[in-house]
């Protein structure tokens, strides 16, 4: 199969993450949750060269749409993304992301005192800022790198 062949293949069903800044793939996949041991058949380019963005990269995950949780959090470390949601190999629907005014239950809070890192029962709550997230339980304010927070499942 060429190089061509492989970045347009279509998949029978599916969300294709298209124009996802150049680098952020794997903090993508992590979002999703994907580790390569839950079966999902995903497949991932690189440093694709893009007309619009100089290059870029694309994640598609087959057999799955996003939650809008997850689409809230893609949003914030990859604002220019377009989710495809492919349905009998056709685009179904398409959706361009907006910055979300919070998020809840998929960033981890840094601060070890922060009762979301106690052993309650508590899902994280973040407010969306200009230049960053704030924890909506103890004032945390995160700025840089929040793919680093993303919390595990
Ligand atoms: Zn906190």
């Known amino acids: 199969m060429s190089d061509h062949q492989l970045r347009v293949s279509k998949i029978p069903r599916g969300t294709v993450i298209d124009h996802i800044r150049a680098g952020q793939a794997l903090n993508v996949l992590a979002i999703l949750g994907i580790d ?16 619009r963005m100089g290059h ?28 495809n949601i492919i349905r009998e190999y056709e685009v179904a629907e398409k959706q361009y992301l907006e910055r979300p005014k919070r998020v809840v ?9 922060c009762i979301t890192n106690e052993n309650e029962p508590v899902e994280t709550k973040f407010d969306v800022l200009d230049d960053g997230v704030r924890c909506e339980y103890c004032g945390t304010i995160v700025r840089d790198d929040l793919a680093a927070h993303i919390a595990a499942e």
Not at 36 to 51: A, F, K, Q
Not at 61 to 82: C, F, H, K
């Open 105 to 113: 239950g998929i960033l981890s809070c840094p601060n070890h005192n």
């Open 36 to 51: 390569g041991e839950s079966g999902e058949t995903v497949s991932v380019g690189m440093n694709i060269p893009s007309d």
């Open 56 to 83: 870029k990269d694309i994640v598609k995950v087959e057999d799955r749409e996003l939650s809008q949780d997850e689409v809230d959090v893609l949003s914030l470390i990859a604002p220019e993304a377009t989710i």
